[in-house]
């Protein structure tokens, strides 16, 4: 064995193309140039601008919570790009493949697959969520901060580094081809010798511990730093969905962790629990992997049913419909999420009785739902409903997402399920719910705290542009396949059947090319605005009449938020010092503020944690022994770092407070009817 | 905005897209032919019917409201409005009581459509075991076994007794009998009829690597005689199927036998026996 482990010369992509120059092998190469010129470009436009600094210690290092989120937004965004391409060309190769081969290789195909699911999943949907609750959720609670910063910064590195993993495996070997669930026997080493398993195991296995240290960090964070008079029954909806969703990440983030280091011993220990045969029972991993899995679907929902409670409520300049029941309703939905996990394997051959239960269970769900969506519905109902690009999508999720739980509850039926499942119309559902549902929840709250964030609008324009292509684009590429699932076409199939199937995927073609250019827009959208961000500027951070604590804040915040924390005494706090025409009093006193000091810990355990887990891929064991010493070091070193924090004077305190104050309060408000335009500064006008 | 009062056209136009297809083999238990895909397509059809009680409000409601609450709109604002008894009542009550229904059909559906129950007295059982990519099918009481095709008496239950040479597997045959894993080590049954002849498409539905696409199989469903005469012409043919003989079948696809006139005793817990632990030797069963 040579010191690179199994790694070879041959394993790079476009070795692979020169031993066989066909479009299969094209696709592959090209794809993994993309991947290098796109690092390539990166690093050279970071070194001609000199951006290197800036983005060591204005970024990489920084430990606050607004700039972690904003990373992770970042992170998910580029991971987006790629897996919204891979589902194109997956949809491209089976349009071309009715009753032949297409341009793919069926083991090609598989990997798209795998990588899609994987990336889309850990990698485009928690990053945005942890990202915005992130960002979100110490504003909303008045807090200066998470209450573990530096954890905070260690799951973006791990995650990042989980990301990075799968980055190379575009260009180094071959990736999985087990699917996002990676379900065992085929998993084994027995049917998937080499890398491309061990690949999704350690990317999966960083992401996991980086979702479990979140998870920990964000609870504490709502537990312990919420500024005085904030009772749990004051805090925000989107807040509380991040609690539940922190809740989950705490207890389902584990068994996963468990079932991939499981899969790990077998593959590389000789172990047997997973294997056929020699006692291993592959059915068990089933069971972990759902019993995270099925949590994780409203890990990953929960926060999107927050956004959208937030935009309901703003954009109709109303107080949220029925909070009480909201809040409980997200409670139960937390609670019965772990007790349905065995619904993804009905037709396992257990006893029709245990189906029964999970299938009732299941439909439980639908409740606290279906109460929601009509809350939310409510929620506009006398208000004054303004059309901006969160509140059209929110609406079109309400219409849409309404169909996804009538065919949720299809699914429920273990009696519909025998005859659906592993179909396309399962994987139209959860299409149905993840799309409407999760990423346009996320884009629809990318467009509402963006401005929070860098202190200027997105083009609304654009906004709406792309939101229209987003949805069209849905309704072609997913509808189409409920169709298809109930007239026999299987999921991850390379080549369908000759026969009916191909108008419907040409539309679902179609519906992916939409969906791909609904996000180009989305990137011209963010480039415009950026060129553009003198006219689109609102310093004074309320473009949109928001309720909540994170609008009484300059846009963008300072490091420190609140340069006193806020006592609150009711709801929607914000709103009610609008009415009252206190919003935009001076505090009377300023202290010294204690602000976490950056560190380079988390990039280096970042780093460490990708040097071991590409050692472990391709047994190479010195990388991996020195990734771990690197990871102790890093460790260690820090154990003797005293000045944790730094202090921020209160006369800095002041003086940035009452600069912005002082314009704030005299700044012209802005009436909603001129919100899109220029004239919203970030000062509302309040509604009567 | 206009498109959400079309959703559900397209969603009635996309579901419709089947029916105006060609249905030939391909097709889901929409197109039943046998009792339970005709029990599946009507649980379906009647979880529809029900659903519709809380998602046809929404499809008329949310229309109504954007217009009449839109901002410069008629409807009256009262931004401290949010909460109504009443409101709560309905909005908890009317889904628990539909869940209740559903639930109700649900659980007797599921117990009534146990894969595991014959649907008759004195099916015919079939053993099945499938790898990686085919199937092979043992009509055990005749001794004969056939490759990649099922031949089926219509009318009379049948018994699939199945179980995986490689990895999961799910035997799905979509318009008579839904799907079960087939897994290797254990054995799960499936039972199913056809109502009369006809031809229709089985497959594995579990991905399980590059042959997964086309691991299909034809189900032959066929009038008693001509049954008979088929499982004739099979004991007429070469061959026994035995474990060294299976594992032939795995090597070449294109020199793949169709069938084999014997078969020896016990092959199916041959097959299953492989995977069984030896230290557990004589602890189970």
């Not at chain 1, 609102?538 to 938020?561: F, I, K, Y």
């Not at chain 1, 006193?564 to 503020?593: H, N, Q, S, T």
């Not at chain 2, 018994?159 to 799910?170: G, K, N, P, Y």
């Amino acid at each position: 064995m040579t010191p690179f482990g199994l790694l070879d010369w041959s394993d790079l992509v476009f070795a692979g193309f020169l031993r066989d120059p066909s479009v299969n092998e094209a696709v592959a190469s090209a794809a993994g140039a993309f991947a290098v010129l796109g690092a390539v470009a990166a690093l050279v436009v970071l070194t001609v601008k000199g951006w290197w600094r800036p983005l060591w210690s204005g970024w990489l290092t920084s430990l606050d919570h607004k700039r972690i989120g904003i990373m992770y937004v970042v992170l998910g965004l580029v991971m987006f790009a790629r897996a919204i391409a891979e589902a194109s060309v997956m949809r491209a190769q089976q349009m071309a493949a009715l009753g032949e081969p297409g341009f793919l290789s069926a083991e090609h195909f598989g990997q798209l697959f795998t990588t899609h699911g994987t990336i889309m999943i850990f990698f485009v949907a928690m990053p945005l969520l942890t990202g915005i609750i992130n960002f979100v959720m110490p504003l909303q609670i008045g807090a200066r901060d998470v209450t573990f910063p530096l954890v905070n910064a260690v799951s973006l590195a791990l995650t990042a580094a989980g990301a990075a993993l799968l980055m190379v495996s575009l260009v180094v070997g071959r990736f999985s081809t087990g699917g996002w669930s990676g379900y065992p026997p085929f998993t084994g080493a027995a049917f998937s010798p080499g890398e491309g398993v061990d690949y999704w195991i350690w990317a999966v296995t960083l992401s996991s511990l980086g979702s479990t240290l979140t998870g920990m960090n964000f609870a504490v964070t709502i537990y312990k730093e919420r500024c005085p008079g904030m009772h749990l029954f004051r805090m925000p909806l989107f807040t509380w969905t991040a609690l539940c969703t922190s809740i989950l990440m705490i207890f389902a983030m584990a068994p996963l962790t468990v079932a991939t280091l499981m899969l790990a011993l077998d593959r590389y220990a000789g172990f047997h629990f997973f294997t056929a045969g020699s006692g291993g029972d592959m059915m068990n991993y089933a069971n972990l992997f759902w019993l995270f899995g099925h949590p994780e679907v409203y890990i990953l929902i929960l926060p999107a049913f927050g956004v959208w409670s937030e935009v309901f409520s703003t954009f109709s300049g109303k107080t949220l419909y029925g909070y009480t029941s909201l809040v409980i309703a997200t409670m139960c939905i937390a609670v019965l999420s772990f007790t349905v996990w065995l619904h993804h394997f009905f037709t396992m051959g257990q006893a029709a009785s245990i189906n029964a239960v999970f299938g009732v269970a299941t439909m439980l769900i639908g409740v606290p739902t279906g109460v929601k969506v009509y809350d939310w519905l409510l929620t506009m109902v006398r208000g004054r409903i303004r059309f901006r690009v969160p509140l059209i999508l929110g609406c079109y999720f309400l219409a849409t997402f309404v169909i996804g739980g009538l065919t949720g509850v299809l699914l429920a039926n273990p009696t519909v399920d025998y005859g659906t499942h592993n179909s396309l119309f399962l994987v139209a559902h959860f299409h149905n719910m993840l799309i409407p549902g999760l990423l346009f929840g996320m884009f629809a709250a990318i467009h509402f705290w963006f401005p929070k964030a860098f202190g200027f609008r997105l083009h609304e324009g654009l906004g709406v542009l792309s939101a229209f292509l987003w949805m069209g684009g849905f309704l072609c590429a997913f509808m189409p396949l409920y169709a298809l699932g109930l007239m026999g076409g299987m999921r991850r199939m390379a080549q369908l059947p000759e026969g009916p199937f191909g108008p419907l995927l040409a539309v679902a073609l179609l519906g992916a090319l939409m969906i791909a250019a609904g996000f180009a827009v989305f990137v011209l959208q963010l480039w415009w605005s950026v060129r553009h961000r003198d006219r689109l500027a609102v310093p004074h951070g309320d473009p949109w009449d928001g309720r909540t604590l994170e609008w009484a804040l300059p846009a963008p915040p300072p490091e420190w938020n609140f340069a006193v924390l806020p006592e609150v005494d009711r709801r929607d706090p914000f709103d009610a010092a609008k009415l009252a025409g206190i919003a935009y009093a001076l505090p009377d006193r300023y202290e010294d503020i204690e602000m976490p000091a950056n560190s380079a810990v988390a990039p280096a355990l970042g780093a460490a944690a990708f040097a071991v887990a590409f050692g472990l891929v391709w047994h190479i064991w010195w990388l991996v022994a020195f990734g771990l010493a690197a990871a102790l070091a890093a460790i260690v070193a820090r154990s003797f770092v005293t000045e944790t924090t730094r202090t921020i004077p209160a006369a800095h305190v002041r003086q940035v407070t009452e600069g912005w104050r002082s314009i704030a309060r005299v700044a012209t408000p802005c009436p909603r009817r001129a919100e899109a335009t220029g004239a919203n500064r970030g000062r509302a006008r309040p509604q009567q | 905005m206009r498109l959400i009062p079309c959703l559900p056209v397209l969603l009635a136009a996309s579901l419709a897209g089947p029916a105006v297809a060609e249905t030939g083999t391909q097709a889901g238990f929409l197109w039943a032919a046998g009792p339970i895909a005709e029990a599946q397509r009507a649980h379906f059809l009647s979880i529809i019917g029900w659903m519709s009680v809380v998602i046809v409000p929404l499809f008329v409601a949310l229309p109504v409201v954007l217009w009449r609450y839109r901002a410069g709109g008629p409807g009256a604002f009262r931004p401290d409005w949010g909460n109504s008894p009443l409101g709560e009542a309905v909005l908890w009550g009317v889904p628990a009581l539909l869940v209740a229904v559903l639930g109700w059909n649900l659980w007797t559906e599921t117990l009534r459509m146990d894969p595991y129950a014959p649907l008759g007295p004195d099916p015919l059982v079939i053993d099945v075991v499938t790898w990686n990519w085919g199937f092979v099918f043992v009509h055990g009481a005749a001794g004969v076994a056939e490759v990649d095709r099922l031949t089926i008496p219509a009318g009379r239950p049948v018994t699939l007794r199945m179980t995986s040479d490689s990895v999961m597997q799910s035997v799905f045959i979509p318009r008579l009998a839904g799907q079960l894993y087939a897994m290797p080590g254990m054995v799960t049954e499936l039972n199913l009829a056809a109502d009369g002849p006809g031809t229709f498409t089985g497959r594995n539905s579990q991905y399980n690597g590059p042959g997964f696409a086309t691991q299909s199989f034809d189900v032959i469903a066929l009038p008693a005689g001509e049954y008979d005469a088929r499982i004739a012409q099979l004991a007429a043919m070469e061959g026994t199927l035995d474990a060294a003989g299976f594992d032939a079948l795995k090597g070449d696809d294109a020199a793949r036998p169709q069938g084999f006139g014997a078969v020896s005793d016990g092959f199916l817990a041959e097959i299953v026996g492989r995977y069984a632990d030896p230290r557990m030797a004589g602890m189970v069963h």
